[in-house]
């Protein structure tokens, strides 16, 4: 784990939340790459203050991972950092919103389709 700043910024100056689960927060944001250009990432940390080992050992799970997914199909890992006394999993954001907020009333039969082609197909090359 490298231990340094995260150099992340928001378009906002606020961090954009995208989704919490009880266990980890999910937040839009973004930062320099190494030729000054903004690049979108993915910031994912803990939700609580005090993470216990097992929710910190996910994270670097899920970093280590990174060499075993492909970017056509998930947010790929690009860096496990802290910043602030916080553990956070930076990974690329190929843009989209989370599943959930596209859910909920009736949609239409070739949105549909179109996700659930999509959605299948990540799982697929997940397993």
Same mark, same amino acid.
């Given at each position: 784990?490298?231990?340094?700043?995260?150099?992340?910024?928001?378009?906002?100056?606020?961090?954009?939340?995208?989704?919490?689960?009880?266990?980890?927060?999910?937040?839009?944001?973004?930062?320099?790459?190494?030729?000054?250009?903004?690049?979108?990432?993915?910031?994912?940390?803990?939700?609580?203050?005090?993470?216990?080992?097992?929710? @910190?050992?996910?994270?670097?799970?899920?970093?280590?991972?990174?060499?075993?997914?492909?970017?056509?199909?998930?947010?790929?890992?690009?860096?496990?950092?802290?910043?602030?006394?916080?553990?956070? @999993?930076?990974?690329?954001?190929?843009?989209?919103?989370? @599943?959930?907020?596209?859910?909920?009333?009736?949609?239409?039969?070739?949105?549909?389709?179109?996700?659930?082609?999509?959605?299948?197909?990540? @799982?697929?090359?997940?397993?």
């Amino acid at each position: 784990m490298v231990k340094q700043s995260l150099n992340v910024a928001y378009s906002d100056g606020s961090s954009q939340v995208l989704w919490e689960d009880g266990e980890r927060v999910f937040s839009r944001g973004w930062r320099l790459d190494d030729n000054g250009n903004r690049v979108a990432v993915l910031l994912v940390a803990p939700a609580a203050d005090h993470p216990s080992r097992t929710r @910190l050992d996910r994270l670097t799970h899920e970093y280590e991972l990174k060499d075993e997914l492909d970017g056509a199909w998930a947010a790929r890992p690009l860096a496990l950092m802290r910043d602030a006394g916080r553990t956070v @999993l930076v990974l690329d954001d190929p843009g989209g919103e989370p @599943l959930d907020r596209l859910l909920g009333g009736p949609m239409e039969v070739g949105r549909f389709l179109r996700l659930a082609i999509a959605v299948t197909s990540a @799982l697929g090359k997940l397993h």
